[in-house]
């Protein structure tokens, strides 16, 4: 269960710094004058809310079990 729960903040973690660096690159992408009128800076990249929901959960819930029961990451 230790190990379940450590696998859970890592992951959780993990997924935050790479959802707060994706928001903070989208921003900038939007204030550069070659890319600030692109379609897919302006309707892809910025759709991604700071808020955290349900389908973020379902993501790190998901990757935690693929984690948990892989071979590739083994916590002894």
């Not at 910025?46 to 948990?68: C, G, H, Q, R, W």
């Amino acid at each position: 269960m230790l190990r379940f729960l450590l696998l859970l903040v890592v992951v959780s973690l993990i997924y935050v710094v790479v959802k707060y660096l994706y928001i903070v690159v989208s921003k900038f992408l939007k204030h550069y004058p070659y890319t600030k009128d692109n379609y897919i800076v302006k309707n892809i990249l910025l759709v991604s809310d700071t808020k955290y929901s349900f389908i973020d959960f379902i993501i790190i819930m998901t990757l935690v079990y693929l984690a948990f029961y892989s071979n590739f990451f083994k916590i002894t």
